[in-house]
């Protein structure tokens, strides 16, 4: 069994940074695709970010250049630096693991979740 949990959301202006830590307790996921979603209210729930085990990785183009997704297996943490952030990047983000040896970008082929964290941008 995997445990995430989702660190260092807030509120943030228009054009600053936030960096979301995700931490995983249990079974280590460390051999394990990971991936960073978001959901807004009224709005289904959206692929953000997506890394392998080995550290390739897959971002959407809404969020290319502004956000990196990276992880440290030694740690069992991943991570999403978001810089840049807009008012529509508002969301409840949501860390994820998938046992996949690719990056996954489809919500329902993961296996683990975390509960999430709020992120605020603020025009």
């Known amino acids: 069994q995997v445990q995430l949990v989702e660190t260092g959301g807030g509120l943030v202006q228009s054009g600053g940074s936030l960096r979301l830590s995700c931490a995983s307790s249990g079974r280590t996921y460390s051999s394990a695709a990971a991936g960073w979603f978001r959901q807004a209210p009224g709005m289904e729930r959206e692929f953000v970010a997506g890394?392998?085990?080995?550290?390739?990785?897959y971002h959407a183009d809404s969020v290319k250049v502004r956000f990196t997704i990276s992880r440290d297996n030694a740690k069992n943490t991943v991570a999403l630096q978001m810089n840049s952030l807009k008012p529509e990047d508002t969301a409840v983000y949501y860390c994820?693991?998938?046992?996949?040896?690719?990056?996954?970008?489809?919500?329902?082929?993961?296996?683990?979740w975390g509960q999430g964290t709020q992120v605020t941008v603020s025009s």
């Open positions: 890394i392998t085990w080995s550290g390739l990785t």
């Open positions: 994820a693991a998938a046992n996949s040896r690719s990056v996954v970008v489809t919500p329902s082929r993961y296996n683990y």
